[in-house]
Nanobody, 122 residues
Framework: QVQLVESGGGSVQVGGDLKLACVPA????????VAWFRQAPGNEREGVAVISTTGGGPWYADPLQGRFTISADNAKTTVYLQMNNLQPEDTAVYYC???????????????WGQGTQVTVSS
């Protein structure tokens, strides 16, 4: 049973923008912290951004701060990742995850979506 569902991925040219969305399969997120991670083929999963649905954050991976923005709607039923000025190195499967602590370590998160592909071509 899928607990989180991502959407909004696709293929864009260098410099393009995409906005991803993550929604829980349950009425609300199962944990207060919702994060975005990404994983390219052959690479480790890396943290992108995290936000607390009860207040707090957002927090970003240092290299991505300024280009990526994480946010939640007022009802805290959707978490977004706005990605601007995309580069080829941003190509990856992007996952949302929920956990009890707001950090960027994949091992701290126990609830995951299936991912959405983002492909950036030069």
């Amino acid at each position: 049973q899928v607990q989180l569902v991502e959407s909004g991925g696709g293929s864009v040219q260098v410099g393009g923008d995409l906005k991803l969305a993550c929604v829980p399969a349950t009425p609300r997120f199962p944990n207060r912290c919702v994060a975005w991670f990404r994983q390219a083929p052959g690479n480790e999963r890396e943290g992108v951004a995290v936000i607390s649905t009860t207040g707090g954050g957002p927090w970003y991976a240092d290299p991505l701060q300024g280009r990526f923005t994480i946010s939640a709607d007022n009802a805290k039923t959707t978490v977004y990742l706005q990605m601007n000025n995309l580069q080829p190195e941003d190509t990856a499967v992007y996952y949302c995850a929920a956990g009890s602590r707001c950090n960027l370590n994949p091992s701290a998160f126990t609830v995951w979506g299936q991912g959405t592909q983002v492909t950036v071509s030069s």
